[in-house]
């Protein structure tokens, strides 16, 4: 079966007056249906511009430079607004981190569903509505006619949250772009939000692309994962193996910089430096000023997908835990 | 070392929007306008030990900062009193207030908008140490480079601003600034909460490193209960502007009591947990404006009953250091207390 | 939203009070009316008796005392040179620069409004830059000059629009308006496009920032994101989010209108209210000068009043309560 | 029968043709209530609700009505009217300038249905013109109220040629003829006034096409409306005369000083210093470069040829060693410092010339320095700024227009001693004070024949010229401008009449 | 704890020495038609500056004005010899000279108005949203009515009462114009006390003083730097304006505004020039202020400030 989301050797740059700043810069992943996929990494890695790259959202100064994305087999890249606008809500759909800004504040909600409703369907005002408030009760909002009135700050984070997933799921679309859904909720709404959104892609089929920095959400939720670094993917897999026995450096430095990984009060690990200009990134590996095991030809060379078993791939001339990786 | 350093008695906080004449005119023509009042921190008691880290924890707007902030000395309790060092705050003479002040200091959540934008760093760094004659002018230079050492940030960065760092590095040069004058304690507010997990823990090993270093006592704030669960030696719970559990890390982490820090920590995403199925809690945070009756929690708790609706829970010692506000630890949830 | 009001009503007492205070001090320290009103052939006898007539022979504290005395029971004074009530002159000559003002405020919007909208939405187009470069221009000639371009070019020049005065007007529930004819519309046309200049490039200018800033907005790309057309995201999503602050605004410039008509007033020759203040000043005609900044006072008690029902209509997030700080 | 719209440079304050001695109220009154004593185009009297006056004697008029007049609404005019209006005019309520002056001392009599007697303490030579500044109305509206005047409530009208059809305050007043009007009838089917303060615009509504006439055409565009085929323009020297006052009251006057700025004798006492500065004056140039030639070089108060004015006088010749010499002979051979004072937008032009002549000034070695002031401002401090009330400026341009159109009034409030008993010197901003001027000035007034009371006021005017008591500088000229076909009377008086615009 | 886990962080990511104020030059000099209006406006200041030295008379010294020269076209030779270049006014000045010296007191008009305006209305301000409470609410209210008040009327009263000259149009001016920058340094004065630094420098025992004037003040300059321009340019025209209403500057010591309103009598009379010269000067100085000034609210707006 062909997967929902192909994305082949994603470039997208930002032509800026201080220089180029390559984003996403050759990435390739790609979602079945139904599956989630975690897609991980520290702020600024380029996780929001791979998103929001098949959504067709990047305005001037970005671009897309070259690469390909397949929706459901059909080419997105070289779409035109018009195109885009057809495929966008209907056959994939987005969810933004802050749930605060997402929802227009001078709109009420219902106005914001029902136009999302006709924006593809022709359907009168009537039953547009009566999927709205579907939607709303589908997403666990009580009482969804009166609450479909409100203004959405009359709402709490979570439930314009729920409200922008509810949008997002008005017209089935088979899959759902998540940027950092629940990063600005509190813990226990946060899981309320995730236990939803398990709930409802179980039940329709609907697959994942989460954007997250946590990899504890990631943990919880995803099938497959992919670690983003300066731009690019270094490191892909189930989530299982790739926790467990991580390839590269920088997924394993990570996984140790964690507290709730360590003793109580154990240094932690960490790594050193922060993360470079995406407007000046080195010649060889994007990692290697980082990087514990730094050698010389990560400093001459970037480094290309390495493929393991079980679907596997990471970016690195000197994996580690090979030895865990069965042959 | 088991006298408490600082001591919160009945601490509340409370934020009231007054009337004003022309509302206070239109409820004798028959409005009816009344004061708004957030209880941001509600009577809490807390003592801390020298060299002690405690970690605050709780959902947004349930007071952390707040009590953080009466604690540093940034907002003056509504009600209850603060004693440092064994004296009352408000009893205090001028002097003895200032060194109170300088002792405690905070640390501040977002590395950008703590750091004034217009100074540079030996600015940022050296300008209270100067101001309070703990350094002499001349020696200002000097001594933010010996600060910024010891933060672990190269010391010719001093002519620098703010915004010519990076996040970890600026969260470091907040850390220096409350080096500079000497504290004994420090508050710190959300402080790795803006950072990027490799730099959290280049911060967190920093922290600790100078606990050590310096002999400093923590009030840790967060929201990220394995930051706290790294770091603390003792962790305080909050709920709705009340403390509702406090006791040992270990001890908590191990076996909370109260309902509302038994879903916190079921609800803690971890690495360890693949492919789970959350179970949360159900009901919105309810706005502190118009708190819950009687127990806070009660409309969100699986296990209430009619007794927290009316009844505010105690705090109630369950072992040795571990205290818990709730009635199944006080006689029971089922009906009215005599 | 009683309280509101009140705090808007104490408001307008207070500005009245202090401004009462300051123009009836202010007009005397200007100079003595009574060396405007009469005619010069008169001799000094005739100067006391006028005097004493309109009762400026008694030092000034005593006149506004009885100033005081007389507007408690109603009445605000007559006009020095009218020798009517000073108010009833003003209500009388309000509706034609009001209709003016109206006018101005509409054409600024229908014109500033979708050029502030392309300005801030393609900021680096040429035509924007050239938008932005020429609306620099509406504030910066001084509004008499342009008026008398205005009439030389499109009244002496062209002929297509006459030069001065208000057309025929009609009165419409109690209101005298010019509005419902044509010749009506071809009087107030350039007046109003005068007095209008300086706010198109108000409008064009707060239009940009405005739309600028909410095409950064992530509801901005929520929308977009839900496969909305850009028609749709342009006139709703990001128009009623820039209406928010130009209403604000228009309605607190709507004073300055009502104020600049002084100069467009005199010269179209409209027959408003603001010719009458002119008219006052000079003559140091105090009851009018008076009742007009009281009648002013509660113009825009009135319109602020307005603008913030609009406002709380327009941004729900506003609570009438809080509009005021 | 055609429509006619002029534009007016001042608004009106009201219809009520008692309230307000003011020009426009004057000018708009007089289509509607006319007076008993009428004024040419040169002001000179003439007949007009009365057919007839002649002293009686020293102390009496008579006045014989003209007969078979009727007012608006057909009520006949007679003597109960001029009566009626007599107690009117000098009581109007709340009248910012009042009638009485011309009616106080005086007593009517009615005679018969078509005499009135007036008879007054003193001699009193002016009666006739006293009764030529305001209008009669019928007895019946005696008791109507301004308000009620400016409504048109007073439904019996006047007797003039013109109905009063609308009055938009601030905006227009339209007219309508009367049909019936007993001196004939007038070729317009509708006369509207409208307001327009703003010149430029003025002048523009007329190229618009929007005016007829306009008054008070801008010295700076007549040129150019005199080049115009489309219009024609209508001039004459008017009745006002621009002039300086000068301080003659103080020992040291406050606007003056040495040139190092110490505190001097005020010059302006000196015969020869006031010679000097008037002779400095170049009156020609600036008829010609400020008032681009719509004026005439003044000499005295009134052009050549109005009632009282001297033969002999002739405007000083510009000269400007001459005024060098004088000022050397005065004990000023380096000149001093003066301040000149004007007001702003009163008169035409006025502080271009105030400008100008602080320059010739200081080509004359004297340091001038300028203020023009808002006119609410300047004829306050003009008239009572300084220390106890009194005239506060040192030299100062005003104008002052003749409305009864004879010399008489002038004199008597510019330059006889100040004296508010006597009512004398009332507008003498300068305090000039002459006992052999003063004694001829009261002389004239008591004289009742005209040719002797003509004679007495050439000579005071002599008199105060020579002793350069002000020092006039040039005499306006009042311009109308019209649509070609549409010729207007031009009218010494300013005033724009309806009754004086036919077609051509 | 040991050592080797604490190495020093990383070089920043910029390496060059950015003040604030470099980054700012920077970012500003990127436009170029903005950078056009500071060329102009240095040009126009300098012009104004160097008036004596440059004009061909003086025109304030009416020894030297001859009304004999009086609306004389461009071009033509004046009684003493030189050339007008842009020919004379009503009273025989020259209207080069009148136009430069007029630009003199035209900028002392705006940039004094609104320096002045600028100290006291950030000033009341800043202590306004500091102190908070009553003392806010009462400056608050002031400050409401003064911009319900339409500056025009305001400024007409004021020099009425005042008399005229340079002084008094600035007091007027000041008065009318103080409240616009009280509103909006109180707004981001609000905006900055809310942020940490603040509480941080309580929490480091700072005085109150020391808090306002050395942290809170210099982050709210940047909306005031951008009115500044702004209210300069509309003092400027608003001074014409009261000139053409007969409350403005001295006849004889005209500002650009009182030469427009002198030469608007001569509009339909064919000398255009008496009134459309100083006219273009009026404009070239506003639009170059104004060019400034949008190009500094689009750089110091950190809205859009990436
Ligand atoms: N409009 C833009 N112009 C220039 N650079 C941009 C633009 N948008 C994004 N970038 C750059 O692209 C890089 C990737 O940004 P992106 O938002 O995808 O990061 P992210 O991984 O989503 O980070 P975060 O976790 O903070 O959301 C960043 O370095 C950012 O500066
Ligand atoms: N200055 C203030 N004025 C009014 N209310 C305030 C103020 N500061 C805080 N509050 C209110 O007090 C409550 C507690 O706020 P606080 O900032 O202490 O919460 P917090 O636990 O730190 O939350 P977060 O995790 O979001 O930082 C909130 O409801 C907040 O709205
Ligand atoms: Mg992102
Ligand atoms: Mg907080």
Known sequence: MAPVLEVSGLKTHFFTRAGTVKSVDGVSFHVERGEVLGLVGESGSGKSVTGFSVMGLIDPPGRIVEGSIKLNGKELVGLDEEGFREVRGREVAMIFQDPMMTLNPVLRVDTQMIEAVTAHDKVSHKAARERSRDALAKVGIPSPEERLNAYPHQFSGGMRQRVAIAIALLHRPPLIICDEPTTALDVTIQSQILAEMQGLCAD???????????????????????????????????????????????????????????????????????????????????FAARCDYVQADCLALAPDVTPFPGARGVRCHHPLNLAGVAA | MTTPILTLEGVSKRFTKPLDAASKFANLLGAKYSEQVVHAVDSVDLSIRQGEVVGLVGESGCGKSTLGRVVAGVHHASSGRVSWRGRYTNEMSAEERKAATLAIQMIFQDPMSSLNPRLRVTDIVGEAPVVHGLVPKAQQDSYVAEMLDRVGLDSTYRRRYPHQFSGGQRARIGIARALAVKPQFLVCDESVAALDVSIQAQVLNLFMKLRDELNLTYLFISHDLSVVRHLSDRVVIMYLGRVVEAAPAAELFKGPQHPYAQALLANVPSIAARKKRFAPLKGEIPSPLHPPSGCHFHPRCPQAGPRCRVERPALKEIATGHVAACHLHDGGVGALAA | MLAFILRRLAQALFVIAAMLVIVFFGVNVVGDPIYMLISPEMDQQQI?????????????????????????????????????????????????????????????????????????????????????????????????????????????GLGWLPATGRGPTVSILGLETSLLSLKGWQHVALPALNLALLKISLVIRLARAGAREAALMDYVKFARAKGLSQSRIIGVHILKNIMIPIVTVLGLEFGSLVAFSVVTETIFAWPGMGRLLLEAITRLDRPVIVAYVMVVVVLFVTINLLVDLVYSALDPRVRLTEATS | ????????????????????????????????????????????????????????????????????????????????????????????????????????GKEFTKVDDFTVRVKTATPAPLVPTDLSTFGIIPAKCKDTTTEDFNLGKCTTGGTGAYKQAEYVAGDRVVLTPNESYWGGKEPWSKVTFRMITSAPTRVAALLAGDLDVIENVPTSDVARLKGDAKLSVASTVSNRVIYFHMDHFREVSPFIKGKDG??????????????????????????????????????????????????????????????????????????????????????????????????????????????????????????????????????????????????????????????????????????????????????????????????????????????????????????????????????????????????? | MSEATLPAAAPPVEAKEETPFRRFVRSFIEDRLALFGLALFILIVLLAVAAPLIAPQNPYDLASVDVMDSRQPPGAASGEGFTMWLGSDGVGRDLLSGILYGLRISLMVGAFSGILAATIGSAVGLIAAYVGGRTENAIMRLVDLQLSLPSVLVALILVAGLGKGVDKIIIALVMVQWAYYARTVRGSALVERRKEYVEAAQSLGLSHARTVFRHILPNCLAPVIVIVTVQTAHAISLEATLSFLGVGLPQTEPSLGVLIANGFQYMLSGSYWISVFPGFALLMTIVSINLVGDRLRDVLNPRLEK
């Open chain 4, 1 to 104: 029968a055609q429509e006619l719209k002029i534009g007016l440079s001042a608004e009106l304050s009201s219809l009520d043709p008692h309230y307000h001695n003011l020009t426009p109220n004057n000018m708009l009154a007089r289509h509607i209530y006319e007076p008993l004593v009428g004024q040419d185009e040169k002001q000179a009297l003439k007949p007009l609700l009365a057919e007839s006056w002649k002293a009686i004697d020293d102390t009496t008029w008579e006045f014989k009505l003209r007969k078979n007049v009727k007012f608006h609404d057909g009520t006949p005019f007679t003597a109960d009217d001029v009566i009626a209006t007599m107690q009117r005019a000098p009581n109007v309520p709340k009248s910012p300038s009042s009638f009485s002056a011309y009616v106080r």
């Open chain 3, 48 to 156: 006391a008796e006028t005097a004493r007539a309109l009762g400026l022979d008694r030092p000034i504290w005593e006149q506004f005392l009885v100033f005081l005395k007389n507007a408690a029971q109603g009445d605000l004074g007559r006009s020095f040179v009218h020798g009517e009530s000073a108010i009833k002159l003003i209500l009388h000559r309000m509706p034609a620069t009001l209709e003016l003002a109206f006018v101005a405020l509409v054409l600024a919007i229908v014109i500033g409004l979708p050029l502030g909208l392309y300005a801030g939405l393609k900021p680096e187009s040429r035509l924007s830059r050239f938008i932005m470069a020429v609306s620099i221009l509406g504030f910066s000639l001084p509004t008499f000059w342009v008026g008398l371009m205005l009439i030389l070019t499109f009244a002496v």
């Open chain 4, 262 to 504: 110490s505190e001097i004798k005020n010059p302006l006492r000196n015969l020869k210093v006031r010679q000097a500065l008037s002779m400095a004056i170049n009156r020609p140039g600036i008829v010609d470069r400020i008032m681009e030639k719509e004026a005439i070089p003044a000499g005295q108060l009134l052009p050549d040829g109005f009632f009282g004015t001297s033969k002999k006088l002739k405007p000083v010749a510009f000269d400007l060693n001459g005024a060098k010499k004088l000022l050397a002979e005065a004990g000023y051979p380096n000149g001093f410092k003066m301040k000149l004072h004007g007001p702003t937008n009163r008169y035409l032009n006025d502080t271009k010339i105030i400008e100008a002549v602080a320059q010739m000034f200081s080509r004359l070695g004297i340091e001038t320095e300028v203020e023009t002031l808002p006119s609410a401002n300047f004829f306050t401090r003009a008239s009572q700024g300084g220390q106890g009330n009194v005239p506060e400026f040192s030299f100062i341009l005003v104008g002052w227009g003749a409305g009864t159109g004879e010399s008489s009034d002038s004199l008597k409030a510019l330059l006889a001693t100040f004296d508010p008993a006597k009512g004398m010197g009332a507008t003498n901003r300068g305090r000039y004070s002459n006992p052999t001027f003063d004694a001829k000035v009261d002389e004239a007034l008591r004289t009742v024949d005209d040719a002797k009371r003509d004679a007495a006021l050439a000579e005071a005017m002599e008199i105060s010229m020579n002793d350069v008591g002000l020092i006039p500088t040039h005499y306006q000229l009042n311009t109308w401008a019209s649509r070609k076909g549409v010729k207007v009377l031009a009218r010494t008086d300013e005033y724009t009449l309806a009754t004086g615009i036919r077609k051509d």
């Open chain 1, 204 to 286: 329709t089929g609907t697959a994942l692309v989460w954007i997250t920095h946590d990899l504890g959400v990631v943990a919880g939720l995803a099938d497959r994962i992919a670690v983003m670094y300066a731009g690019r993917i270094v490191e892909t897999g189930a989530v299982d193996p790739v926790l467990d026995t991580p390839l590269h450096p920088y997924t394993s430095g990570l996984l140790g910089s964690l507290p709730a990984e360590g003793e109580p009060g154990a240094p932690l690990r960490q790594i050193r430096g922060s993360t470079p200009s995406l407007a000046r990134l080195p010649q060889g590996c994007a």
